[in-house]
């Protein structure tokens, strides 16, 4: 059985950074994409980003391209997230998930595992 375990969340003031950090542990881990995703509070899940495990390619949420970057080592079976220029309305709980789907990258019921989640929190 895959874990994921999310680290890396926080409080922050608006323009700061954060590093999210996403280790998987269990079986033989080779997902098609690992994502990331957020929820606010009273608000479905929102796609974030993604990267295609082996291939590396990214995929971003318009709301977070150019301040996002997601990146994985495949060595270290770990996905991260690099969040800049942060705004209060990144606050949200951030997810980490995995999918051996070869498609729909950016949706919530295509991916199989899901971490338990790391609260980020943006003041003004």
């Known amino acids: 059985q895959v874990q994921l375990v999310e680290t890396g969340g926080g409080l922050v003031q608006a323009g700061d950074s954060l590093r999210l950090s996403c280790a998987a542990s269990?079986?033989?881990?080779?997902?098609?994409?690992m994502g990331w995703f957020r929820r606010a509070p009273g608000k479905e899940p929102d796609f974030v980003a993604a990267?295609?495990?082996?291939?590396?390619?990214?995929y971003y949420a318009d709301s977070v391209k150019g301040r996002f970057t997601i990146s994985r080592d495949t060595a270290k079976k770990g996905v991260y997230l690099q969040m800049n220029s942060l705004k209060p309305e990144d606050t949200a709980t951030y997810y980490c998930?995995?999918?051996?789907?070869?498609?729909?990258?950016?949706?919530?019921?295509?991916?199989?595992?899901w971490g338990q989640g790391t609260q980020v929190t943006v003041s003004s």
């Open positions: 998930a995995a999918t051996y789907r070869a498609n729909r990258w950016d949706q919530v019921d295509a991916y199989n595992f």
């Open positions: 269990g079986r033989t881990f080779n997902p098609y994409y």
């Open positions: 990267v295609h495990y082996s291939g590396g390619i990214a």
